[in-house]
């Protein structure tokens, strides 16, 4: 991870209402022998078939999509690495989510753990994969199916996933490992790391058997950092692990996704030299071409307008089915949020960054199932259900009511506006109280 970034850490936000009895497996899988594929149902079942394209076709007889969040926290402290899920819990958030999404992007990657010559784990760091275990626990709870997160970029979007290893029984993660906009294509052995990458993808999915993989994760974004030749060369990871999945025979072969980031595709945010003069729709028409070549059985959105949309209650109707439109393969929305307060920031005095509401929370969430439903999703995932911080500490300015928080917010300096949107993003506030969005949702889960 990036020194830039503060540590986003696993937390219990997700699924923990009941005890998470879904066993993580072993090294070696198990599961459904043959080709057979999973298609995971609202209610949590999964049953066997052997087309591949049926693995998209969660609800076949009802609404397409299956609703879910990411069983993630925030820790301000920034002094401990992503940790194994709390058992304490809010029914609430395990009640809202048909499918769980565990966040393996967070942990880092023993690169060298799977660059032998077969790709094969050898020495896995220990609190690494007590880590993933729980993660997928958690995002599993009481048994519904589960999509893993995983990438071979940083948490930061400029360089490889950090190296995780392990000193004293903790997990440590090296962010420096390769450097700033590493180009796997002008290294020696450009194939060693995209090979070592895809060796990690089937290794996690033989051993957590998920319903979905997500093989890069806003990948569009390392070309916004570092260019078009190392882009080409992160499609190229997607693409061999997309390859090996498809060669699985010993478990039920996933569905894989690969993410886009759709603030970036219109061009934000704003910086020299790209669309800068040009209209949102304008500068998609110029970066739609970054969809092209993208190696995967569904091409994810996701999509988080706040820091960059100024009037978050016209956002055009068609800024996620624009990019549908684009994909050329089917989609899915695989993370978003969108803050219900208003916030401002204070440069000696508060000035207004964002207007919101709750009925704008609500509209945009309208607008991502309507969207999800026309195009068939199987997938709609809200980033956290529930506030990760105080909604009312967060928007507040000058910040007040955390003291801890307040610091830490400080400290981020011009970083901690996104940030802040992110922490309190959900559709229920930290006390439990839902917000008019959390009875979209709820609506959303109840159409058979």
Same mark, same amino acid.
């Given at each position: ?52 394209? +049926? ?8 609404? /397409? ?25 809010? /029914? ?22 799977? =660059? ?10 220990? /609190? ?22 995983? +990438?071979?970029?940083?948490? *930061? ?87 090996? !999945? ?28 790209? %669309? ?6 304008? %500068? ?52 978003? *949020? ?18 919101? +509401?709750?009925?704008?929370?609500? =509209? ?15 997938? !709609?995932?809200?980033?956290?259900? !529930? ?8 928007? *507040? %300015? ?41 009875? !979209? ?8």
């Amino acid at each position: 991870m990036s020194g830039k970034h503060p540590w986003i850490l696993l937390a219990a936000l997700l699924a923990l209402g009941a005890a998470a009895t879904a066993s993580c497996g072993d090294d070696g899988g198990g599961g459904n022998d043959g080709d057979a594929d999973v298609i995971a149902t609202p209610d949590g079942d999964a049953t066997t078939t052997s087309s591949p394209d +049926s693995r998209l076709d969660v609800s076949p007889t009802g609404r /397409p999509y299956l609703l879910g969040a990411r069983a993630e926290g925030y820790d301000i402290t920034r002094s401990a690495f992503p940790r194994p899920a709390s058992a304490s819990a809010t /029914p609430l958030v395990d009640e809202l989510v048909e499918i769980g999404v565990a966040p393996l992007d967070l942990y880092g990657i023993p690169w060298s753990s799977f =660059s032998g010559p077969d790709n094969l784990p050898t020495d896995l760091p220990g /609190p690494w994969l007590t880590g993933l275990d729980a993660a997928v626990a958690a995002a599993k709870g009481s048994g519904r199916p589960v999509v893993l997160a995983l +990438s071979p970029l940083a948490t *930061s979007f400029d360089t490889l996933a950090a190296e995780a290893g392990e000193t004293g029984g903790n997990l440590t993660l090296n962010p420096s490992w390769k450097p700033y906009c590493y180009d796997p294509g002008t290294d020696g052995n450009p194939t060693k790391w995209r090979d070592a990458y895809a060796g990690y993808v089937v290794w996690a999915i033989r051993r957590y058997q998920p319903a979905f993989v997500i093989l890069g994760e806003r990948l569009n974004l390392y070309e916004a950092a570092c260019g078009a030749a190392p882009y080409a060369s992160l499609k190229g990871f997607v693409s061999e692990a997309n390859t090996r !999945v498809g060669a699985i025979t010993d478990v039920a072969q996933p569905a894989t996704i690969v993410s886009v980031d759709v603030e970036d595709l219109y061009g934000f945010p704003k910086k020299a030299g790209r %669309c800068v003069a040009v209209t949102p729709q304008a %500068c998609f028409d110029t970066r739609k071409g970054l969809l092209d070549g993208l190696d995967a059985d569904v091409v994810g959105l996701e999509s988080y307008p706040a820091p960059y949309v100024d009037t978050l209650g016209t956002i055009p109707s068609d800024w996620l089915s624009r990019v549908v439109a684009a994909a050329g393969k089917p989609t899915a929305v695989v993370g978003t *949020s969108l803050p219900a307060t208003s916030m401002s920031h204070r440069e000696g005095v508060c000035l207004p960054i964002l207007t919101s +509401s709750e009925a704008i929370q609500a =509209s945009w969430l309208d607008q991502v199932l309507a969207t999800a439903e026309n195009a068939r999703m199987p997938l !709609v995932i809200w980033r956290s259900l !529930v506030d990760l911080y105080d909604a009312g500490v967060v928007s *507040s %300015c000058p910040c007040a009511g955390d003291t801890g928080l307040c610091q830490h917010l400080d400290q981020l300096g011009g970083a901690a506006d996104v940030v802040r949107f992110r922490l309190a993003g959900g559709l229920v506030d930290v006390d439990g109280t839902e917000r008019q969005a959390a009875a !979209v949702w709820r609506q959303a889960k109840a159409t058979p």
